[in-house]
Nanobody, 124 residues
């Protein structure tokens, strides 16, 4: 079992940047890792994913070109660099293991182990 601790959230103005970190307690190199977010009153949605095998990355359309996911297996950490932030990016951000980043037209397949989340607020 893998346990995660997210960090790096906070308050930022529109157009600003944040880098989220997801630190794992176990060996995460064998897992695909995804970032999800949940805004107040909305369902949780997948944001980005990085595979375990070749480091392939995936993004939901609303963050393409603005967010970048990366992983450092030596540090058991996954990062989400968020640039050009918008008020609609405001949410609690979670990292989680997923069975696959993408399979048969579906992204973020079978999330399993979750972190506790970190709040991101984009506001002037």
């Amino acid at each position: 079992q893998v346990q995660f601790v997210e960090s790096g959230g906070g308050l930022v103005q529109p157009g600003g940047s944040l880098r989220l970190s997801c630190a794992a307690s176990g060996f995460m190199e064998y897992y695909a890792i995804a970032w999800f977010r949940q805004a107040p009153g909305k369902e949780r949605e997948g944001v980005s994913c990085i595979s375990s095998s070749d480091g392939s990355t995936y993004y939901t359309d609303s963050v393409k070109g603005r967010f970048t996911i990366s992983r450092d297996n030596a540090k058991n950490t996954v990062y989400l660099q968020m640039n050009s932030l918008k008020p609609e990016d405001t949410a609690v951000y979670y990292c989680a293991t997923v069975g696959m980043c993408f399979y048969s037209g579906t992204m973020f397949v079978q999330p399993e182990y979750w972190g506790q989340g970190t709040q991101v607020t984009v506001s002037s």
